[in-house]
């Protein structure tokens, strides 16, 4: 190897983390240039139209409403109405944007929690996020926003930890103004609440209050001020279906009803989401499930948007974007979870390809594998509340066996009057092994050796010859 070779190579290593930032970006970037020129039907339907009206309207619109979302979307596209730019552009650098931002607060967030100050489990995270092919299609395919509230509400999570509870309540305020699915997180922060009594429920009035100031220039140019809380209520009704297109509990059953029925069903629904998250919250009070630590919390949070959309009405595919990016991020913090985080960003993809592209998919084929993995990481959840894989339970375990096994091999008045060497590398992970010496005559003696011992054996497992008048070279062994 030359030394110029060995020089780009040690520059690589030295780097790594930076330049696949960088190389990532320039990828993500080139991703979602391929698609700015499609047209999905939500853009015919419903931004170009929005936009036209809005631009024609001028700042006097904002005293209507315009399409269905909230009024800071609304002021949103008539700022970008002003600007030189075709509308379909616009929607997508603004979604775009959005994009590199959400894959920048994921990564901020694996940073926070990472007990090793490194850089490279954020740069993978950012990598994973900003090349996620739903997050791709979601916004230069799509045209969607939903980057945007997600952003918003990683970043909450952010603050959260760092103790900077006005700022994180400010931050799930514009997710709340800025997308209704912001409720997906909300049961979330409400175990948190109840668990660690950090926060006060004073700060959860900081959210109606971050949407009505954004919504104040609406109001302003002649909006009446109740039409800020009728939009979301409006938004709930804008789709009398059970579910659209989201593979989830309800496509094996209330598909099909009669005219008039939806509010009665939808009910039902909503009061069974409310049950299910009940049960959870006594579950967390009674066995003092710590949200305190992130681990848990993450692992909390994932939990509650993944049953929001799976047992709430009238659920898009869209919908689990939140919960697909959550589970990423928990992925790579923690990797014993990766099977979840990928399947249902592979049933996510799944379903996007229908709407997206017109391909016939079996909406029930992905509802087996979606609610199979929610019931899979729903007993994951549980399971860390009862501590059932914590590390001291099997640690109490594993000394019950232990402890059996050595009462059935050597009875109480057999004890061997020998003495017990200790190791002099102290290590996490013992096991107790019995040596015999080579005189039978000679009492046995009892040894506590790492696992990780420099012995030339794998393990531990044989006997070995141990005599009491060269105590010193046995040690000098180890």
């Not at 959550?326 to 592979?346: H, M, Q, R, S």
């Amino acid at each position: 190897m030359t030394r110029i070779e060995q020089k780009l190579i040690d520059f690589i290593t030295r780097f790594f983390p930076l330049i696949l930032l960088v190389v990532v970006s320039v990828i993500g970037a080139l991703l979602r240039i391929q698609g700015m020129s499609f047209q999905s039907m939500d853009y015919h339907y419903y931004l170009h139209p929005w936009w036209e009206t809005i631009k024609a309207q001028g700042w006097q619109g904002l005293s209507t409403q315009v399409g269905n979302y909230n009024i800071p979307y609304q002021i949103i596209i008539l700022l970008m109405s002003m600007l030189p730019i075709e509308p379909l552009e616009a929607y997508k650098v603004l979604s775009i944007i959005f994009d590199y931002g959400l894959a920048f607060s994921a990564g901020l967030l694996v940073y926070q929690f990472i007990n090793k100050r490194n850089f490279l489990a954020p740069v993978i995270t950012y990598s994973l996020v900003l090349c996620s092919l739903t997050v791709v299609f979601n916004s230069s395919f799509w045209s969607q926003c939903d980057s945007m509230y997600v952003t918003f509400i990683l970043l909450s999570i952010y603050f959260l930890f760092r103790n900077k509870h006005i700022i994180c309540f400010v931050m799930l305020g514009v997710a709340f103004a800025l997308k209704l699915q912001f409720v997906f997180i909300l049961p979330a922060f409400i175990y948190y609440y109840l668990s660690t009594k950090k926060i006060s429920i004073l700060h959860f009035l900081i959210i109606p209050a971050v949407d009505i100031l954004l919504c104040l220039p609406a109001v302003f140019f002649g909006r009446p001020f109740y039409e800020i809380f009728t939009i979301y209520i409006n938004q709930t009704t804008s789709h009398p279906e059970m579910v659209l297109n989201l593979p989830n509990l309800y496509n094996f059953f209330l598909v099909q009803y009669k005219d008039g029925d939806f509010e009665l069903f939808s009910r039902f629904a909503v009061f069974f989401t409310f049950a299910v998250l009940g049960v959870m919250a006594g579950l967390i009070l009674g066995k003092r499930y710590d949200l305190k630590d992130g681990r848990k919390f993450l692992l909390t949070a994932c939990w509650a948007s993944f049953t929001c959309i799976m047992l709430l009405p009238a659920m898009h595919e869209r919908y689990g974007y939140l919960t697909d990016i959550l589970l990423i991020i928990y992925a790579v913090i923690y990797k014993k979870n990766i099977l979840p985080a990928v399947v249902c960003n592979l049933v996510s993809l799944y379903c996007y390809s229908e709407y997206l592209f017109s391909n016939t998919i079996n909406i029930r084929f992905a509802s087996y594998f979606y609610i199979g993995f929610y019931l899979y990481f729903t007993w994951i959840y549980i399971k860390d509340i009862l501590g059932l894989d914590s590390p001291r339970s099997r640690k109490k375990h594993s000394g019950k066996k232990s402890q059996n096994r050595r009462s059935t091999k050597t009875a109480p008045d057999e004890q061997p009057s020998g003495a017990v060497f200790q190791c002099a590398r102290q290590r996490s992970k013992k096991r107790r092994r019995t040596f015999s010496p080579s005189c039978p005559n000679e009492p046995k003696a009892e040894c506590l050796i790492h696992d990780k011992s420099p012995l030339k054996t794998k393990r531990l497992t044989r006997k070995v010859s141990l005599s009491f008048i060269y105590p010193n070279a046995w040690f000098r062994s180890f």
